[in-house]
């Protein structure tokens, strides 16, 4: 699959649920490349004052001065969190409190079985702004592989978010072993 084709399946989901497509975004320093934000708001609780949120996916590319480790993703996600806050700040009229954020990084990185582990430190990890990670993706498009965790307790009313993925997973296989050529007969 090409960035293209990824790119108009995740275009057609936003039209399809109801998300608002927003434009990308790049950041020289430190380095951050968004292909686009999808967005829709979510209520978080039944006392409407407190309860307004607003969920987004976050489709990047991998930052080249960043590992695939736990701290190299704590970092992704706090950037992303930074870049999203900035574009739904707090103080304007209207905007809502937290925001439920799905990173989605496109990787030249192979796609391995410990990514999932990674990925916990990342979810529980806090961006220094309201956004709260709910969900990180990794996808190799040239493996044709993804890695996914979502966050527990997200809010009943967002079901889009897990079909998002199990469409993705559908078009990639989870967690492809990389050749070893001393296992080679």
Same mark, same amino acid.
């Given at each position: 699959?090409?960035?293209?084709?990824?790119?108009?399946?995740?275009?057609?989901?936003?039209?399809?649920?109801?998300?608002?497509?927003?434009?990308?975004?790049?950041?020289?320093?430190?380095?951050?490349?968004?292909?686009?934000?999808?967005?829709?708001?979510?209520?978080?609780?039944?006392?409407?004052?407190?309860?307004? &949120? +607003?969920?987004?996916?976050?489709?990047? !590319?991998? @930052?080249?001065?960043?590992?695939?480790? %736990? $701290?190299? *993703?704590?970092?992704?996600?706090?950037?992303?969190?930074?870049?999203?806050? &900035? +574009?739904?700040?707090?103080?304007?009229? !209207?905007? @809502?409190?937290?925001?439920?954020?799905? %990173? $989605?990084? *496109?990787?030249?990185?192979?796609?391995?079985?410990?990514?999932?582990?990674?990925?916990?430190?990342?979810?529980?990890?806090?961006?220094?702004?309201?956004?709260?990670?709910?969900?990180? $993706?990794?996808?190799?498009?040239?493996?044709?592989?993804?890695?996914?965790?979502?966050?527990?307790?997200?809010?009943?009313?967002?079901?889009?978010?897990?079909?998002?993925?199990?469409?993705?997973?559908?078009?990639?296989?989870?967690?492809?072993?990389?050749?070893?050529?001393?296992?080679?007969?």
């Amino acid at each position: 699959m090409t960035e293209d084709d990824f790119l108009s399946t995740w275009s057609t989901w936003q039209k399809a649920h109801s998300w608002s497509p927003d434009p990308g975004e790049v950041y020289a320093e430190p380095p951050l490349e968004i292909l686009g934000y999808a967005t829709k708001p979510v209520r978080l609780s039944r006392v409407p004052v407190f309860g307004r &949120g +607003l969920a987004v996916v976050a489709i990047t !590319r991998h @930052p080249v001065d960043l590992m695939s480790d %736990a $701290v190299g *993703l704590q970092a992704w996600v706090e950037r992303i969190g930074k870049a999203v806050n &900035g +574009l739904h700040p707090p103080w304007k009229s !209207r905007r @809502p409190g937290a925001v439920l954020l799905t %990173a $989605v990084q *496109l990787t030249p990185e192979p796609i391995r079985g410990e990514d999932e582990e990674r990925f916990k430190a990342a979810l529980g990890h806090w961006t220094g702004t309201r956004v709260v990670p709910a969900a990180i $993706v990794r996808i190799n498009l040239g493996q044709h592989a993804m890695a996914s965790m979502m966050a527990e307790g997200l809010p009943r009313d967002m079901p889009e978010l897990g079909e998002l993925i199990d469409i993705w997973a559908g078009d990639f296989h989870r967690f492809v072993p990389m050749w070893n050529d001393t296992e080679a007969l």
